[in-house]
């Protein structure tokens, strides 16, 4: 039996971390690549699925999705004509991973061209020369798939709540974490500096509730909410539980609860329900959005 929110220390996993990370970020960079694109580039994150994650389906002739099995631990490339080939994941390299996956996509004359190098990470050695990455503990790839599941059933919850356009539950492979967006409906003016991710991301007011698992700014996994633009005042607004602060983040803030916080508490779902509902509550007041029409009937 898995309990809700098992453990999952940063220390105990960060090297396989750094490698899954980078597996993720060369399929996300597939998908980028064949996709169509959708607004606030909905078309690029994974999904959920009852044993990992997927691209789900893309591309024509052929059709195709790519999966990561973390139940069995391997990367699997199905074609829409009922095709499979499949490759196990420990002991590779990110490397080999790539040199694996671009054989497999090419045996179904699957061309898909990519900048193969990571993105916003702690180097920038191209995919097909790092030999450097190779960890991959199957216990704890599968936890982060656990917690991972946990995580996106309560968004969903949560994102249930409020009649807002809202994002799907998605989990983003360039920062891995995964999140759910709500919209005022309101456009947000943005300066011509503005690069053209930023710009599509955020054309519309929103507030944002996530997780993730912990990086070099913050070593521990955490449920955050974000509103952006981030409206004045909006750090006097309370939080729940006490546990919750406000933490600085790029210029902006971020609300933040310790994933520790919420597992010791007696309700550990209700408690990041709470946590999240009132980070919403205190962007969407500052930022005046019309929250008693946006409530559904299975709103708290």
Known sequence: MTHLFPPIPLSEWADSKETLHRFTQIVGKVRLAVAPPRNHWWHVPFHLTGRGITTRPMGWDPGFAIDFDFVDHRLVVNTLAGDTVSFGLPGLSVAAFHEKLFAALGQFGIEARILAKPFDLTDEVPFAEDTAHRSYDPFWVNRYWQVLSQVALLLEEYAGRCNAKASPVHHFWHTFDIAVTRFSGRETPQPDTVDPVTREAYSHEVISAGFWFGDDNIAEPAFYSYTAPEPDGLTEEPLRPAAARW??????????????????????????????ESAYQAGARRAGWQTDKLRTPYAP
């Not at 597992?263 to 709470?274: E, K, M, S």
């Open 247 to 276: 933490v600085p983040s790029r210029g902006a803030h971020l609300a933040l609860l310790r994933y520790d916080d919420a597992r010791a508490a007696a309700d550990p779902r209700g408690t990041v329900l709470d946590f999240l």
